[in-house]
């Protein structure tokens, strides 16, 4: 693999993490019980429409969380980079251990990603229901935002290895959806 290709493959990567970090952050405000609470009569208003939303949020957060670790073959994930890094000799072995060792570090919140995913979301499980799948995954919030942070840091790693580049990740939908509801809110009243 070029560096080049390199680059391309990296940059899918962190687009995918932005939009599970975009979406994490549009889906925490809209199932905050603070935020909830300060706009429920708006929200109540347009309640298909949040309904919708925040559940178009949190696959749009899950599906991207999955797709960065997947194992599947011939898919872009950081595994499979990682492995093609390896096995080309690209990185020194002890920034490849390291990297492996963040990749690690994200599974055990990952697997939680993947029985959502797998047995709810992009399958549905024909002898669990919905609550029982979220009570087999015990996912959290904050492990979302933990798994965020790792990938985050992990993606910069590698692309400081590679090239020296560093990537911000300050792309964000809270300020935008909070503005949006207080002039949804405004416009109520």
């Not at 962190?14 to 975009?22: E, F, I, K, S």
């Not at 950081?78 to 390896?86: F, K, N, S, T, Y």
């Not at 992990?154 to 560093?166: D, F, H, K, Q, R």
């Amino acid at each position: 693999m070029t560096l080049e290709e390199c680059k391309v493959f990296i940059d899918d990567l962190r687009h995918a993490l932005t939009v599970a970090g975009m979406n994490l952050e549009a889906w925490a405000i809209l199932t905050n019980n603070e935020s909830r609470a300060l706009h429920m009569r708006t929200m109540n208003g347009y309640v298909h429409f949040f309904t919708t939303g925040i559940n178009a949020h949190f696959v749009g957060m899950l599906m991207p969380f999955y797709r960065l670790y997947e194992t599947t073959r011939g898919t872009l994930s950081i595994p499979r980079l990682l492995r093609q890094l390896r096995a080309e000799g690209t990185l020194p072995s002890s920034v490849l251990d390291e990297l492996d060792t963040h990749c690690r570090d994200a599974l055990p919140i990952w697997r939680k990603i993947s029985i959502l995913r797998n047995k709810a979301f992009g399958h549905r499980n024909a002898t669990l229901t919905v609550s029982e799948v979220f009570g087999q995954a015990a996912v959290s919030e904050n492990q979302f935002r933990e798994l965020f942070a790792k990938t985050k840091d992990l993606l910069n790693l590698l692309t400081v290895a590679l090239t020296g580049e560093y990537h911000a990740f300050n792309l964000g939908a809270g300020d935008s959806l909070k503005r949006m509801l207080e002039d949804l809110g405004r416009l109520r009243n």
